[in-house]
Nanobody, 124 residues
Framework: QVQLVESGGGLVQAGGSLRLSCSAS????????MGWFRQAPGKAREFVAG????????YYIDSVKGRYTISRDNAKNTVYLQMNSLNPEDTAVYYC?????????????????WGQGTQVTVSS
């Protein structure tokens, strides 16, 4: 079992930045690929970014490339999502997820454990 707790969400103006953190406990963190997803009101949950077990391989959806950076610190059992140049379309609940297979899938069904989510609201 892995427990995931996100933090760092909040209200920010368009053009601003936030850094989300996801702290993991329970199993060896470095055994899991990690992903960030988001869900806006009335929309399906979508993949945002993924990172391999070692942090070498990174994946992003096109709409966040160049603005978001995913990273991890296996010594601290934490994965991060640095979000810059935010716009109102980025408003959503952001979730981190752990994938024991190591694939960092773009599909939510590819993940085994989920955090409770953190709200990000970008005002125009």
């Amino acid at each position: 079992q892995v427990q995931l707790v996100e933090s760092g969400g909040g209200l920010v103006q368009a053009g601003g930045s936030l850094r989300l953190s996801c702290s993991a406990s329970g199993r060896t963190f470095s055994n899991y690929a990690m992903g960030w997803f988001r869900q806006a009101p009335g929309k399906a949950r979508e993949f945002v970014a993924g990172i391999s077990r070692t942090g070498v391989a990174l994946y992003y959806i096109d709409s966040v490339k160049g603005r978001y950076t995913i990273s991890r610190d296996n010594a601290k059992n934490t994965v991060y999502l640095q979000m810059n140049s935010l716009n109102p379309e980025d408003t959503a609940v952001y979730y981190c997820a752990a994938d024991i297979s190591g694939r960092a899938s773009r599909l939510s069904r590819g993940y085994d454990y989920w955090g409770q989510g953190t709200q990000v609201t970008v005002s125009s």
